[in-house]
């Protein structure tokens, strides 16, 4: 077979194309620089900025709300397709920071890796070296950063909900300063469940675990990040 006959793995990427970013405040404030190709077709902020509207000029795109640390983490899962957040000291997962990488990409559009960081939170949550659910702190920015019904919210109340202690009441007994919000959720889901399943132990529904749900389950998905092959849609 002739040279070049195979078709490359990777999308193709002009070199020549690039643009800056700007990210951080005042002393904490770092410039990096982006492949148009390899960032524009996964972000519709990026996409808008790059747009004829915006990009007049060589005026970089501002993102003084964002660390440059969260930003090089987003910046890793663009490129490999991977979450490299190494766990807290002790050996627990930093939910925190596994969320704010979510976030920051929840808000450039980026649902694809918006969809990694859920994959490799479900992932995680299972490992026997891994604490099973984020502490208070780490729950609370979740819930203050996300909208109701993000894949975030339904994985936290999912996993309180049939991964918890098993009995939802002491929930609230123990954890008082749990977001509202989030007890709300847990409610909810366990009165929906109830409900959904009369004929059914209810012990027996909260035992089913997220590994059942279909592959899509916590995942989002737009014209420009279409279902992963072979999703399909159970309704518990
Ligand atoms: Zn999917």
């Not at 890793?76 to 704010?100: A, Q, W």
């Not at 509202?180 to 035992?207: F, G, H, Q, T």
Request: with cysteine; aromatic share 8%; hydrophobic share 35%.
């Amino acid at each position: 077979m002739a040279e070049g006959a195979f078709p490359a793995t990777w999308r193709k990427i002009d070199f020549k194309k690039t643009f800056k970013v700007l990210v951080g405040r005042e002393k904490h404030r770092e410039p990096y620089i982006l492949y148009d190709d390899e960032i524009i077709h996964r972000s519709s902020f990026f996409k808008s900025a790059r747009s004829a509207e915006w990009s007049s000029g060589t005026k970089p795109v501002d993102l003084p709300n964002v660390k440059p640390e969260i930003f090089e983490a987003y910046l890793h899962c663009v490129r490999y397709g991977e979450i490299d957040v190494p766990n807290n000291n002790n050996g627990t997962l930093d939910y925190l920071m596994f969320s704010k990488v979510y976030v920051l990409a929840d808000m450039l559009g980026d649902l694809q890796a918006v969809n990694i960081v859920v994959d490799r939170l479900f992932g995680r949550r299972r490992d026997a070296t891994g604490k099973g659910l984020p502490n208070t702190l780490e729950l609370k920015f979740a819930y203050r950063k996300t909208v109701a019904s993000s894949p975030l919210r339904m994985l936290i109340r999912d996993g309180h909900v049939h991964e918890g202690s098993g009995n939802i009441g002491n929930v609230e007994a123990d954890e008082g300063d749990h977001p509202a919000a989030m007890l709300y959720d847990i409610v909810m889901e366990y009165n929906r469940l109830k409900c959904a399943n009369r004929d059914k132990k209810i012990k027996e529904i909260l035992s089913q675990k997220a590994e059942l749900r279909p592959k899509c389950h916590y995942h989002q998905h737009n014209d420009s990040h279409p279902p992963c092959p072979g999703a399909t849609v159970i309704d518990i």
